[in-house]
């Protein structure tokens, strides 16, 4: 293992960062292109944009939890560079298709499922192989250069697209996310530390294997809080995502050139909160920064809606800010809590069951946005989200967490700051489960 200080020095952590970094910026591309598409070109309605969202996270849902097994028994970084070379080429069918006047909307949602199943097996075995490469002591720091680049790509992906738009159109757009994922697969392969083979030897069954990563999440007093905040979270946050586009397009009549400066605004605070995140937990506590990070989204929610009220511009980009800043320093904060509180041997299993919880939401979501779009209308819709992030926050607000400054560092660990868990779950009664993403 490295034990150079300085991940910048870091050979195999570079490459993993400029994979991250390349596929986020086509990512982020693609985050815009692609409901435009639908929207603009296709003419798709609320309950389509719903199923579209849905299926983009579906895979969560359906698989996760056996995609976690499964990844601790694989080589993560073949499972990486596979995921990338699928995401390129399904992709790749829809500026194809698009040049060839044969696009339908039936065709978006079979590349939303099959992208959303391939990114399960590249999340998964991406957030397992971080512990992998760098020192435990060393998580913060690349987990904060691994989101920084990610706010830098959202910076410069919906800029770009947003410039783009009217030049070359969104399928066309897209063919850059799937450029992107190649050039994500050809770093992640320049990493020179051996993709170890996982032991064979005391392998149990599929099932038991998934019930053990699941039974660690559960069993983990403080886990369990982060992952319920971020399941209510992602459920509403989906509702809000699925209807944005067209609320923006329609309701408030914005250019689809404007929708690429209200994205790039909500990575500019995300490059923030990657920048301060650490600065941000060491000031209040690690323990504490979770639920006041949470504490945010909810007034910055709430001014997506107060758009349509006047100046909407300026308001989606105030909220867009706060938003992003909140979510990137809740999410480097817990998930380098988690890597390390987590045993190596159970991390994809781990981070699989977390993911299923809190993504698996996110297909109910983007329905249950399309179908309340449909019934009670787009702006209702959006106001019953904001009452949802209230509920998110109450998981972690109400729970020991806002009176830790440390966070333990591992499964037995007392965390500093309060007497133990047991007697900080006793002063709670009445809240259970957690949030994380």
Avoid at 21 to 29: K, L, N, P, Y
Avoid at 337 to 349: I, K, T
Avoid at 398 to 417: F, Q, V
Wanted: proline letters at 6%; charged letters at 15%.
């Amino acid at each position: 293992m490295t034990r150079d200080r300085s991940l910048l020095r870091h050979h195999d952590f570079r490459q993993l960062w400029a994979a991250e970094t390349v596929s986020q910026v086509g990512t982020q591309v693609t985050l815009l292109a692609l409901p435009v598409l639908a929207v603009s070109l296709l003419d798709a309605t609320p309950l389509e944009m719903g199923v579209l969202t849905a299926l983009e996270t579906a895979a969560f849902l359906l698989i996760g939890l056996p995609a976690g097994a499964w990844v601790d028994r694989w080589r993560r970084k073949r499972v990486l560079v596979t995921a990338d070379v699928v995401r390129a080429v399904v992709l790749a069918t829809l500026p194809i298709a698009y040049l060839l006047d044969v696009l339908t909307l039936g065709q978006l949602f079979v590349v939303a499922a099959a992208t959303g199943t391939a990114t399960v097996f590249f999340d998964v075995a991406y957030q397992s192989y971080l512990p992998a490469l760098v020192d435990r002591d060393q998580l913060v720091d690349g987990n904060g250069k691994l989101e920084a680049s990610r706010a830098v790509a959202q910076v410069a992906g919906p800029a770009i697209a947003g410039g783009l738009l009217r030049v070359i159109g969104a399928p066309l757009l897209i063919a850059l996310d799937a450029l992107s994922f190649l050039l994500s697969a050809f770093f992640i392969r320049r990493i020179q530390r051996p993709d170890t083979v996982p032991d064979r030897a005391g392998r149990r069954s599929l099932r038991a294997e998934i019930a053990e990563g699941l039974s660690f999440v559960v069993h983990q007093p403080l886990l369990r809080r982060i992952v319920a905040c971020t399941g209510t979270s992602n459920l509403f946050s989906t509702i809000t995502t699925t209807l944005l586009v067209l609320y923006a397009l329609r309701r408030l009549e914005l250019p689809e050139s404007a929708l690429g400066l209200v994205f790039s605004a909500g990575a500019v605070g995300g490059l923030v909160g990657a920048a301060t995140a650490a600065r941000f937990a060491r000031t209040v506590g690690e323990g504490r920064a979770i639920p006041l990070a949470v504490m945010v989204v909810v007034p910055f929610t709430a001014l997506t809606p107060l758009a349509a009220t006047g100046a909407p511009l300026v308001l989606l980009v105030l909220g867009q800010i706060g938003f992003s800043w909140s979510v990137v320093v809740y999410n480097i904060t817990q998930v380098s809590f988690r890597q390390r509180l987590c045993p190596p041997a159970l991390l994809g299993r781990m981070n699989a069951s977390v993911r299923f919880l809190v993504y698996g939401t996110m297909p109910l979501g983007g329905l249950l946005g399309g179908v309340l779009g449909t019934w009670l209308g787009v702006l209702p819709t959006l106001w019953i989200a904001v009452a949802g992030q209230l509920l998110a926050a109450g998981w972690v607000v109400a729970s020991p967490l806002m009176h830790m400054r440390d966070l333990p560092d591992g499964p037995d660990a007392p965390a500093a700051g309060v007497p133990t868990v047991p007697e900080a779950r006793a002063s709670t009664a009445g809240s259970d489960p957690e949030r994380s993403g």
